[in-house]
T-cell receptor
């Protein structure tokens, strides 16, 4: 069964600290992996899309990694800001389908 | 400024009534999608359309209907047959997906929160 699991479910950090969110998937066939940021009450916004051959991809303070062998991805946020408070959703493309994770809820406090 | 507009942001309806959610895009995208988001669950695909006048059922199409008469518009009707219609509905668009799968990024609207009592 195609599945995308994210951990932790929720996370609280202080402003300025770094954090790492995890995504494990069991999806076949694999096309690409995406990370989205969703602010409360808003639609998701794309952060990165990674294909099979890409190990690392950065978008400002966000860095995504992909290990296709272990079927794991991580999203690292550096020097967190209050505006990073959001849900982060991992999405894996499996052939003609997109499989969505349930997200990690990140709260950044001053 | 290109984007996707969903309206209204909040919608309240009585059980048994049909309701239509609006989705308009000016990104010149061929493909449009409707997703449903419930607490603790990943987004689930309701319907999608790759081209005008054509649309396909997604994973949870029962109780929903759509039309695609214009490239820019993809309205979703939640019918009285939908057993649990209260949810956050998201519309998205993208360039056409390749034959090998979903390779184009999705652009989402800001959603409509539907509450049915």
């Amino acid at each position: 069964k195609n599945q995308v699991e994210q951990s932790p479910q929720s996370l609280i950090i202080l402003e300025g600290k770094n954090c790492t969110l995890q995504c494990n998937y069991t999806v076949s066939p694999f096309s690409n992996l995406r990370w989205y940021k969703q602010d409360t009450g808003r639609g998701p916004v794309s952060l990165t899309i990674m294909t099979f051959s890409e190990n690392t991809k950065s978008n400002g303070r966000y860095t995504a990694t992909l290990d296709a062998d272990t079927k794991q991805s991580s999203l690292h946020i550096t020097a967190s800001q209050l505006s990073d408070s959001a849900s982060y959703i991992c999405v894996v493309s499996a052939g003609d389908k997109l499989i969505f994770g349930t997200g990690t809820r990140l709260q950044v406090f001053p | 400024d290109g984007g996707i507009t969903q309206s209204p942001k909040y919608l309240f309806r009585k059980e048994g009534q049909n309701v239509t959610l609006s989705c308009e895009q000016n990104l010149n995208h061929d493909a449009m999608y409707w997703y449903r988001q419930d607490p603790g669950q990943g987004l689930r695909l309701i319907y999608y359309s790759q081209i005008v006048n054509d649309f396909q059922k997604g994973d949870i199409a029962e109780g929903y209907s759509v039309s695609r008469e214009k490239k820019e518009s993809f309205p979703l009707t939640v019918t009285s047959a939908q057993k649990n219609p209260t949810a956050f509905y998201l519309c998205a668009s993208s360039m056409p997906q390749g034959k090998t799968g979903w390779n184009s990024p999705l652009h989402f609207g800001n959603g409509t929160r539907l509450t049915v009592t």
